[in-house]
């Protein structure tokens, strides 16, 4: 930290901004008073120093890499054009302060320490040329992890929602956090909150499934576990992305309120309140015509005044001046940054366009209230002092200082992975071929291990894993981490079987050269695995990623007619699925011996699903997400009104799923019943019990995913046939039992009225449990009795769960339990 005058505030006497012995508030409050009207406005910008077509240090624009071919792509929405267009030196854009430093480790291969080092060089001219010397806010991607050269590479979030086991991803976000914190980075843009209402969407991979709840939940404790380590969460993309027309990306969203409501804001409520997470991210796209954006309704009147949210709004990379270049609601970059501001997004990411000087000549003119500058920046300004940055002994290299310790790929870290990978990895249908090990079939001597996704480990990282989202420019550096792939890992979990291996055809494209070759291999094995799926990428080089939306749900390329000719060798064919989104499985079902289906499972996931297909692993995922029977794109999503569930004979469509949603096998057995409902009647402000026994009948221990359902039989509004409720992992030794107990507040019936008000209606209520939306055992009723309740900010958001052991099976046998803070 330095004086004004440029001189180490250290041993001089403290300005009341820089003492941390006074309140946060009176701090700010005090630094404001001292800055200019330009100082401000330089709080609310960016700069990405490590962005392509970057102005060197010397302020000369740099060409473009050698190494940048066709066959790679930008990692954010035509940076190259913005990039090249309007650059100034780094010291021109610093001179009055900086608001953020854009993934100086996230943007080219760099190593921890030299990462660290830019960091330090950065911050060091960030405090240098202004005249506060006030440091920036350094940020990053860690969607699947620090997304670094060298950093772990965990599932992807689908994968997490497939665990259905918040505790497990928050233990992810915090190991994330500390390596970002060791390395003197302090804003992770993550977790992704969108809720999926589209498959043919190319970012499915990045979310957490089609379930408000089970995105809320997994959501809320991905923030906790990143801010628990001091680093501030980025709920994105706020809102309504994922729900754009005919699923294409940036595409406009005719969403009306009510879903919206219902349907894809709770899980940014829950984050907030339940998480406390610190910064919104806006979306890209158009709610009913207005860009989110430039949404005072969406970023301060519900964010801020209903909600209470007291953090930053980030822009996404270069949304401000798209309200100029493609949605056409602005002039010009100039005007695109007055919306913005007066919507209420603080900081424009990832370089200053909109948000530049231009701002302090409007308000010098009387055209922009001085007050919208002083809103922005203390509240930027209020999340610098919390994270120490204008402490008297705050200095570039002590931000730093845990970079010469740090693993980014720690064999703890390593581990974690691979435990979020089991548990991700769903058995659609054990079939009669596995698992491959044991059961009482012969071990097989012969593998064929066919399919463009068997030795490829980037087929299991998503689109911002570091090896998809960056290296592919750089193409001699391999993934930066160790990655068997799944032929690697079925080497080592099947040593005494000969594996034979044949790719068949890419994962795009038509080319079927390959086909012969491994239809020979299947027809001379006793068991083919055949790996099919997606590669991420970017804008449209992937078959899964951002800007790589498909048009149909079947397999890309040439991979299902692969499936068909494999079939018809006479030999078992084991199908498993690596993808970003589900595919319609429909016409491979009835010919697979097997089909498992995996996430992206990071770079663990060999391992991992080569020991469900032995039988080492016993699988315990659930689909967050529905596998279609067909391509066309039914049955959308499982949150259905009774029209969207059921044809009732006026359509000749079926919407029913080939698996459902909460859909998965094991190599053991449960049983869920002895249903008990605490009360036929329940206040409209009270709460009921809900509880059912869980028994593993199997041979074997296993985890499984006991979901609670509700249905309002009668509402003023249509209301999905079933939606979850609560849902808890337990575990249990081959012949025990336990008790799972759901607590659900009436606030949990709560929906948007036909006055778009939140209400919580008396009337009669389906109770439902089981093991997946559609596998319902246990079926019961109660009524909730009273007035119509209005609630809002206040309401119970979470659905409390407890499992014990049952009556006479002791806690030894139970093995334990899991229930995730459902």
Sequence with gaps: MTALDGTPATGRTLRSWQDPALPVAERVDALLAEMTLEEKIGQLGSRWPGNAMQADRDGEPEEKSEEKSEGTANVAPLQDVFAA???????????????????????????????????????????????????????????????????????AAIAWGATFDPDLVERMAAAIGRDMRAVGVHQGLSPVLDVVRDYRWGRVEETMGEDPYLVAMLGAAYVRGLEGAGVIATLKHFAGYSASRAARNHGPVPMGRRELMDMILPPFETAIVEGGARSVMNSYSDLDGVPAAADPWLLTDLLRDEWGFTGTVVSDYWAIPFLATMHQVAADTDEAGVQALTAGIDVELPDTLGFGLHLAERVRRGEL????????????????????????????????????????????????????????????????????????????????????????????????????????????????????????????ELPDAELVHERGCDVRGEDRSGFAAALLAAREADVCVAVVGDLAGMFGLGTSGEGCDAEDLRLPGAQEDLLAELAATGTP????????????????????????????????????????????????????????????????????????????????????????????????????????????????????????????????????????????????VTRPVRQLTGFARVRLEPGASAVATFTVPADRTAFTGRDLRRVVEPGDLEVFVGASASDLPCRGHLRLTGPLRHVGVGRRLVTRVDVEPAPGSSAAQQGGTDAGQS
């Design 85 to 155: 267009s309007g650059r100034v030196p780094f010291e021109e854009t610093i001179r009055h302060g900086l608001g953020h430093l854009t993934r100086v480790f996230g943007s080219a291969p760099v190593t921890a320490a030299e990462g660290a080092a830019e960091v330090v060089r950065l911050q060091s001219e960030v405090v240098r040329h202004s005249r506060l010397g006030i440091p920036a806010l350094v940020h990053e991607e860690c969607l699947t992890g620090f997304t670094t050269y060298g950093a772990t590479v965990y599932p």
């Design 369 to 492: 209230p001085e007050s919208l500058i002083d809103r922005a920046a203390r509240r930027l300004l209020t999340q610098k002092v919390e994270l120490g940055l204008l402490d008297p002994d705050w200095t570039p290299e002590s931000s730093v200082a845990g970079a010469r310790a740090v693993d980014l790929d720690s064999p703890a870290n390593r581990a974690l992975a691979g435990e979020l990978a089991e548990r991700s990895i769903v058995l659609l249908d054990a079939g009669t071929a596995l698992p491959l090990l044991g059961e009482g079939r012969p071990e097989p001597r012969r593998v064929a291990v066919v399919g463009p996704c068997a030795d490829d480990p980037r087929t299991f990282m998503g689109c911002y894993a570091f090896p998809n989202h960056v290296l592919p420019r750089h193409p001699g550096l391999g993934l930066g981490v160790a990655a068997p792939s799944l032929l690697d890992a079925l080497r080592a």
């Design 573 to 716: 064919v084991v199908v498993v699925v690596v993808s970003g989104r589900p595919y319609a499985l429909g016409g491979v079902a009835g010919t697979a011996a097997a089909l498992v289906q995996s996430f992206m499972p990071g770079q663990e996931g060999g391992a991992a699903v080569a020991g469900v297909l032995s039988g080492r692993v016993q699988p315990s995922g659930k689909l967050p997400v529905q596998i279609p029977r067909g391509p066309g794109g039914q049955p959308g999503t499982y949150l259905q009104p009774p029209l969207g569930a059921d044809s009732h004979g006026i359509s000749n469509l079926d919407p029913t799923p080939l698996f459902p949603f909460g859909h998965g096998t094991s190599y053991t057995t449960f049983a869920i019943d002895d249903l008990r409902i605490s009360d036929a009647e329940v206040p409209t402000d009270g709460e009921f019990t809900v509880s059912v026994r869980v028994r593993n009948t199997g041979g074997r221990a296993g985890e499984e995913v006991v979901q609670l359902y509700l249905h309002d039989v009668l509402a003023q």
